[in-house]
């Protein structure tokens, strides 16, 4: 998921831009809601071993509660999942192969990572198609801002495909979700996104777009829409050793260890300010790829 950065300048001096905000997160099925935290039940109340297990991968386990992954649109009920950070979602099966994995990070640095899972592409030179639905019915229903950023980020995977980058992504708006791969749809409060990684060799389906973004430019809105459909092609924060890279105060740790951490070769080390994977993005954001983006994408497809 990615939040909006509080701490940028650009944010202090304009003051007004909301900062409540959500974070970008593992969802299994959208839009998630949260199971109600404290002893409601005792299913709801996670063990001191799971918690340190997660401890042992690096994570901030002060605000672990679960989450589900219903999806309104369709009715369909979800399962529990662990939601750490107030924007991270794993879930037990994510656990355990973190768990078993000899994936390490140690140092600050920022190359561009991705996650085990990909989409699965067929040898060259075929090449898999991604279709996107922006969702324009009822309540989850995309405003026109959103729309317009939709399209550009879209047109921003498009300007990728050809020999070195084998995804060809297409657009269209409705309220069916049948047969396409990435649905984009309004829900949340506050701005930024949540999506997650792919699972079975096809790409994470759900994208949330927080309302709150539309409060911003439409070059920022695309950057986060651009950013979660990273997510869901499998790439993970590009400083999701240190947040405090991008998003300013303490130096969290998405997880130090663990399934999701896996250098993009011919990525540099060093902190890349304008990958489009940052955690937090700014009121300044152009929507674009940056440089490295576009080298990890054509590397791993």
Known sequence: MITFNKFSAATAAAGLFLCTLGACSKNEVNPSKEIKSSAETSQNIISDEVKAQFTK????VSDIRYIRDDNPLSGEAGKKNFLLENDIVITPENLQAMIGSKIHHIGAVNEQYHTTNLVTTPS??????????GWNSGANALDTKTRAALTDAVNNYRALYGATFRLYFTLAFGANSTGYDIVVYKNGSGAGGVAGFPTGGNPYKWVQIFPGTSAYSQDVVEHVITHEIGHCVGMRHSDFFNRSLSCGGSAINEGSAGVGAIHVPETPTGWDVNSVMNSCFSSTETGEFGYYDRVSLRELY
């Open 57 to 60: 991968l690096g994570f901030d």
């Open 124 to 133: 060259y030179p075929a090449y898999r198609t991604i279709r996107v639905l």
